[in-house]
C-alpha cells in the first residue's frame, strides 16, 4: 500500500486563558477550544507502528495548551498564529491547520463562539 500523504487531527482542545481586546475581558479566564490539522507523510509509521515515525500528539497538545494558558493575546488571530508559528517551528516537515474558537463571546446576540482559522508550514 502507497499513502502519499494523511492528517493527523485533534478536535476540541480546551483551555481556559486571558485573551481579549478589552482590558475588562483580559482580567478574567475565559475558555477556548483548538482544533488541530496536521498534514504529514507517515508512511514510515504505518510501516513500523513506531511512535518515534509520527508526530506524537501529545506534545501537540501540550505546545498548544502551553501558548494557550501562558500568554495573552487580544485578538484570537494573534493566538492562532502563534500556535501556527510554533507547530511548525517543532515540527518543520508538516503542514498545518489550526481553528481557535473563543466560546461564548461577550457579543450581542450570544453567539455560542467566535473563530478563527489558520494555515501555514509545508504545502502540498
Same mark, same amino acid.
Given at each position: 500500500?502507497? *499513502?502519499?500523504?494523511?492528517?493527523?487531527?485533534?478536535?476540541?482542545?480546551?483551555?481556559?486563558?486571558?485573551?481579549?481586546?478589552?482590558? /475588562?475581558?483580559?482580567?478574567? =479566564?475565559?475558555?477556548?477550544?483548538?482544533?488541530? #490539522?496536521?498534514?504529514?507523510?507517515?508512511?514510515?509509521?504505518?510501516?513500523? #507502528?513506531?511512535?518515534? /515515525? $509520527? *508526530?506524537?500528539? /501529545?506534545?501537540?497538545?501540550?505546545?498548544?495548551?502551553?501558548?494557550? $494558558?501562558?500568554?495573552?493575546?487580544? =485578538? *484570537?488571530?494573534?493566538?492562532?498564529?502563534? *500556535?501556527?508559528?510554533?507547530?511548525?517551528?517543532?515540527?518543520?516537515?508538516?503542514?498545518?491547520?489550526?481553528?481557535?474558537?473563543?466560546?461564548?463571546?461577550?457579543?450581542?446576540?450570544?453567539?455560542?463562539?467566535?473563530?478563527?482559522?489558520?494555515?501555514?508550514?509545508?504545502?502540498?
Amino acid at each position: 500500500m502507497t *499513502i502519499s500523504s494523511a492528517t493527523i487531527s485533534i478536535r476540541s482542545l480546551e483551555f481556559q486563558g486571558r485573551h481579549g481586546a478589552t482590558a /475588562d475581558e483580559r482580567r478574567s =479566564l475565559r475558555r477556548f477550544e483548538v482544533d488541530v #490539522d496536521l498534514r504529514v507523510d507517515l508512511a514510515r509509521a504505518v510501516a513500523s #507502528d513506531r511512535l518515534a /515515525d $509520527t *508526530i506524537n500528539y /501529545d506534545q501537540v497538545c501540550s505546545l498548544v495548551d502551553e501558548i494557550g $494558558t501562558g500568554r495573552t493575546f487580544h =485578538l *484570537i488571530e494573534a493566538l492562532a498564529g502563534t *500556535i501556527v508559528a510554533a507547530i511548525v517551528e517543532r515540527w518543520p516537515h508538516v503542514g498545518v491547520e489550526v481553528e481557535v474558537r473563543k466560546l461564548n463571546p461577550p457579543c450581542p446576540g450570544n453567539p455560542a463562539c467566535t473563530a478563527v482559522r489558520m494555515r501555514g508550514g509545508r504545502t502540498e
